[in-house]
């Protein structure tokens, strides 16, 4: 079947072929994701576990006609699955599923941006951390000689996914994906700080910058403010903007939109495509392209849900904003319900941008603005309270600092907060020029974000939390 | 115990004693004072429609294999995804180097609690029907069918139907000389029945009770659990749900259902009980603990009614195990005795370091690709042996709140402040149910809320609740576990309205 050599040693282009050629369905699309990451991770100014993997998936997207139209069936095998018995179950549970809702034709022409079909795929290995880990161990004496403690963790991972289809596509995306945390407490773990940021490839990454941003905040810290539950003037910098808007951004599904049942519906029917959400210009966005935020330019669907299509992989996934300059422009929208729907199709491309065009000021020309107010640092703990304003929930944490006539000048307590990012949107009165930033709460699945700093007027702090 | 089922052969014929051979020789060449290899496969399937009609069904297999080595007391990780000898020693040869780079940065030296070794070792979970032996049709057959009840019903205008299904299998050989294989089935399936009001824009939804369950899929056909009443009521109840006034926040006696209980013993004690947290080695991610080893034996977590244990032993609880990832035997222990802090939950490595003689056995890993970490036993609230029924508990309260089943959840890095949500709420008004309300929340801190248990429900009303997606470690690792609990009643909790929150 495949020239006498064993899968394990089959590129991962030869196994898409494989798979390909080996389809007794009317259609199949097929692809192999090549991954190796690695990652250290400490406590206390010590190491805890590290590790580093290799693996590979392989995901066959079978598609039969049963006459009362398209089914599809989808299987994933990790490591050297048998070609033969892989696309034989994925041909199975096409038979067994039943008529897809999202059926449409396959895609055929080929997505701008793709990558080198035949180059080999990219790779990672504990050597990235090479200059890392020593100064890492720096910032570590440097802490100890402070009387503080540094946690955090560092991961680097390259995905290579290479798609096949059986109307030709043949597409290459590489994904370098990198976060560091470093998180820095007094020996009591009363007074506790973060700062962190995402990379393409450890580089751009300065243990010192993040060690020193550290201490500052260590710093404000010093003297400690304790305030009620209420609302407050808050400035929500780009790590907590991210993760509101990250949120939000799940939540854009239009078929929900559509039946009713998410904050986008409108009262009477429809969605509330065109309406304005936010006073300030902001625009919220996502770009494939947008630079040191590089995502995958077509999109790769394991599984149908509302918001994606096996239908559609390979489709092209183009720059997109969601909101554009305050008003709501664009939901998420497979090409099966943009059919029914006669609306366009739309792709959730894995970056997310906000920003305000007419923005002039840096974070800590806001902070330098304040009266008096809330500078927070990250939310965590965020849950869906109420899907019908999507309230959120969750806590202030690793430092809410009291700003006082432009300075910091003291850390106040944590509190739960009970929050929705579209009314957010619609209060918040300034942002910030946008930068790049990591997602506090969801840097587990989504890294590549860039965001402003917010001004709320009245941001609900619903009770104290005593956690430091 | 009978064990009706064995491990598959499939996994068995894989070359685990060569992988082995390969690995541990490797390691103990090149220096290592411990390795282990672990070698697992995982089946999981997820079928999943929308409103009776097939949306997804998917169907993926983990397999891999992973080194861990303690290298001149440094840890070192590898795992890769081919099977033969030559990578098993490869992995073993890069664990070191994983351990040589991240020598740079570690300033505590490992070393494992001594545990007895488990030389040729076999566990199989309690289930009796393999969900991957039954035909897709006839699974998604069956949502399909539970599906249309629900559609049927006057007012449910969507429904969604999904079932996950797992099957973990796992090898595990280290150089003292334990062998283990197992093999774990279980089960969560999952109904949520919405009605959608277009003139008012609004909105309201109802899932069902069934908790996940280390079973087979007998869950869904057999007697274990009452789909055919639970699928009857729901659509009256979310019809009574959307009628119902909102609620006035303030300070309620609570009456929770094991539905819902089961989640704030997840967050506010089983967390909490962590020792890896209590030490501060999640302290940038998951978080802390506000129960410190230095409050071991004295802090007052809750009312002297409070008995909480650990286990890996519950039959079809879902972080039951016949051997942790480190070899350690399941075993049961006190978390919290009358109220007291009294246990931990621990790996090998900390017992070491807690000078405790033996790990209780809750190292995990979720996948062949991830290192063991301390991850949650089944932590669970006893029943008090002679206690009321849930009527009767009601039947105390002059004006309360009964909740039932888990929606929202959020709490500290501390575990002090939580919020929940639910699925249903009843006003209690001298001693009987008044009707539902809506808009519910109940807000508490940890000690105070279980210090203001004051009446814990008997054996009739206990309910093994759980979770397949408990988060934990970075890399993130998804751990299922399970939590029983009898109804218990909590005095004065502050009640928040959501929409008032919301600012409407």
Redesign the interface.
Known sequence: MTAGRAV?RMTAQELVEACLAASTADAQITYVTEHA????????????????????SVVVVSFVDGGAGM?A?????????DVAELVA?SE??AR???P??DAVPLVAEAPPGAGDWSADPAETS??V??EF??A??QA?GEARDRGE?L???A?HSMSTTYLGSSTGLRLRTDQPTGRV???G?SPD?AR?V?SGTSTRDFRDVSVAALAADVEKKMGWSQRRVDLPAGRYETLLPPSAVSDLMIYLYWTMEARDAD???NVF?????GNRIGDRLADLPLTLRSDPAYAGLEAAPFQVV?????SAS?FDNGLAAPAIDWISDGVLTNLVRPRAWALEQTAPATVAVDNLILEDRSATVDPAEMIAATERGLLLTTL??????????L?L???T?DGVFLVEDGEVTGAVN?F?F?E?PV?LLGRAVQASRTERTLPREWN?WFTRAAMPMLRVPDF?M??????? | MLQARSVDESFLALPLSALTDAALTRAVDLGCEHADIRVERIRTQTISLRDARPEAVTDGEDLGLAVRVVHEGTWGFAAGVVLTAAEAVRLAEEAVVVAKVSAAINTDRVELAPEPVHADATYVSDYEVDPFDVPDVDKTGLLAEFSERLLAADGVEHVRASCMHVKEQKYYADTAGTRTRQQRVRIHPDLTALTVDRATGSFESMRTLAPPAGRGWEYLTGGSWDWAGELAEIPELLREKTKAPSVEAGRYDLVIDPSNLWLTIHESIGHATELDRALGYEAAYAGTSFATPDQLGTLQYGSPLLQITGDRTAPHGLSTVGWDDEGVAGQEWDIVSDGVLVGYQVDRNMARLRGLPRSNGCAFADSPGHVPVQRMANVSLRPAPDGPSTEEIIGGVERGIYVVGDKSWSIDMQRYNFQFTGQRFYRIEDGTLAGQLRDVAYQATTTDFWGSMSVVGGPQTYVLGGAFNCGKAQPGQAAPVSHGCPTARFDQVSVLNTVQEAGR
């Open positions: 394990g990451e690695a990652n250290l991770r400490w406590a206390a100014n010590s190491l805890t576990t590290n590790g580093a993997m290799r693996s590979r089914a069936g989808s299987v994933s095998r990790t490591g050297t699955p179950a199975r549970a067994g599923a039943g897809a809702e504990i050597e951390f090479a880990a020593p890492l161990g570590f403690l946690f955090g963790f991961e945390e470093l998180n407490k773990f506790s973060w039946e009713g049942r519906a409108r009262t009477g029917g394991p599984a149908s849900s509302g096996v965590w703990y965020i849950r869906e309270v109420d899907p019908q304003t309230l929930t969750g806590l944490r944590n739960r009970n929705s009314d587990d609900n619903s009770s104290v939390s005593p956690a430091s």
